[in-house]
């Protein structure tokens, strides 16, 4: 065991980020080692980066995204477009959509998808904010851009039910062609949407 | 950006979880969201844990391990055979000995291997320290626990002659087939060396 080798400080730290997503026991033994080795480079700072996320880093109270600031900088940017709300499971996909600079309207963090067989129904979803938010008079539009997976698309016919009495439109994310993807790789379930939902050029 | 999103907090904060080696800027932003999420079960104790770390990790100052007592563990344990020196490349190398419960002797870190292409020479590696204790009296064996690659065995060469004059016995790991390895698996030098080495059944 390395705990008997080089202590009990660095098993429990190996302990600890080997429960990060991507990082095992064996990558975060080499993780631990490599903190070590710089220490000044890489160890004070990562330890200083988590205790500031620790003291700032907060859930926002009308979207559930997280940001230093509550309501959160998108749920408080004059320049976004109050009239759409854009619906997402996680923070992560909030995070992607961002990125791409995909839409300027706000969100709306689901915290999970309905996944009957891993016991998530819907009262461990952001529902109730969700449809008090929808029935906002300057609300005319909810974007489910959920996951096109069954667990996604449950949660999308779920809450479009929710929303049938808000009057807002709701709409989902076009199915098809990945951009720079190949034909050949596609399912055909992606195919026969992209061909139905095919526009003029 | 995310940056923009979600505040220069948590883009610092991926920034510095990227160049943990086995994470890319992708899984990073995933760590980070995890840690975030698992504020109380994870991030709090891995500050915490990444802080006693600061505070106590040192280097051996005979071998180079790493441990919170100086000497290590290994060096002060009055169990171990002080004839026996194994002198690895790097700290990995020790814990993987370790864990397997291979030697009972004491070791060497190196730090690094020979390795002209990369600009490694014989003064990156901790030689000197080495050489000195090669020449203490109770010192009869230096194994040569190394990488069986080009950097790892130019660098067995390298200090097989420097201990020429400290009246010690160089040995080096046994090559051969791996516990549990498949021959139709192996490449020709392993197998000829198996079978050169080969042993009374």
Redesign the interface.
């Known amino acids: 065991?390395?705990g008997?080798?080089?202590?009990?400080?660095?098993e429990?730290?190996i302990q600890?980020?080997a429960?990060?997503?991507?990082?095992g026991p064996r990558?975060a033994?080499?993780?631990?080692?490599?903190?070590?080795k710089?220490?000044d480079a890489?160890?004070?700072?990562?330890?200083a980066?988590?205790?500031?996320?620790?003291d700032?880093?907060q859930v926002c109270k009308i979207c559930g995204?997280?940001?230093?600031?509550n309501p959160?900088?998108?749920c408080t940017d004059p320049r976004r477009d109050p009239s759409i709300i854009v619906v997402v499971a996680?923070?992560?996909d909030?995070?992607a959509l961002?990125?791409a600079n995909a839409v300027n309207g706000r969100y709306h963090v689901l915290g999970a998808t309905l996944s009957p067989l891993d016991g998530v129904g819907p009262q461990d979803l952001t529902l109730d904010a969700l449809v008090a938010r929808a029935h906002e008079t300057e609300v005319t539009e909810v974007v489910l851009a959920l996951n096109a997976t069954v667990d996604g698309q449950t949660t999308a016919h779920y809450i479009t039910d929710l929303l049938q009495e808000a009057g807002v439109r709701v709409t989902r994310l076009a199915h098809g062609v990945p951009v720079g993807g190949e034909l050949d790789y596609l399912d055909e379930g992606t195919l026969s949407a992209a061909m139905r939902q095919r526009t003029l050029f």
Do not use: F, Y
């Open positions: 065991m390395a008997s080798v080089a202590g009990p400080e660095i429990r730290l600890l980020l429960r990060l997503p991507g990082l990558s033994r080499r993780a631990a080692l490599h903190l070590i710089k220490r890489l160890m004070t700072p990562l330890t980066a988590l205790q500031v996320a620790l700032r880093i995204n997280i940001d230093s600031q959160c900088t998108v996680d923070v992560a909030l995070w961002e990125r």
